[in-house]
């Protein structure tokens, strides 16, 4: 069973950087590929940044890639998404979330989701 639990929210200024964290409280957190999403309000939950089991795998999209930064400790069960850059359009809710496999091009289908946590970027 995998158990999601998200923090490092906040509110920032822009240009300013946060990290999430995502913690797995249980034993088989090395076997799935683990992403980030976000939902803004009035707009769909997409996939913000994801990566492999063994971590030989990363996914960003466009809009983030050189700002942010997922990393995961398969020993400590954890995955972060370091976030640099910010931008008043990266205020959103962000979720961290479990799947069985990430295939190039970013498909992935989570099994399992965090709680998220608030990001907010101040103009």
């Known amino acids: 069973q995998v158990q999601l639990v998200e923090s490092g929210g906040g509110l920032v200024q822009a240009g300013g950087s946060l990290r999430l964290s995502c913690a797995d409280s249980?034993?088989?957190?090395?076997?799935?590929?683990m992403g980030w999403f976000r939902q803004a309000p009035g707009k769909e939950r997409r996939l913000v940044a994801a990566?492999?089991?063994?971590?030989?795998?990363?996914y960003y999209t466009d809009s983030v890639k050189g700002r942010f930064t997922i990393s995961r400790d398969n020993a400590k069960n954890t995955v972060s998404l370091q976030m640099n850059g910010l931008k008043p359009e990266d205020t959103a809710v962000y979720y961290c979330?479990?799947?069985?496999?990430?295939?190039?091009?970013?498909?992935?289908?989570?099994?399992?989701w965090g709680q998220g946590t608030q990001v907010t970027v101040s103009s």
């Open positions: 249980g034993r088989t957190f090395s076997y799935y590929a």
């Open positions: 990566i492999s089991p063994s971590s030989s795998m990363t």
């Open positions: 979330a479990a799947a069985r496999t990430l295939v190039v091009g970013g498909q992935f289908y989570p099994s399992y």
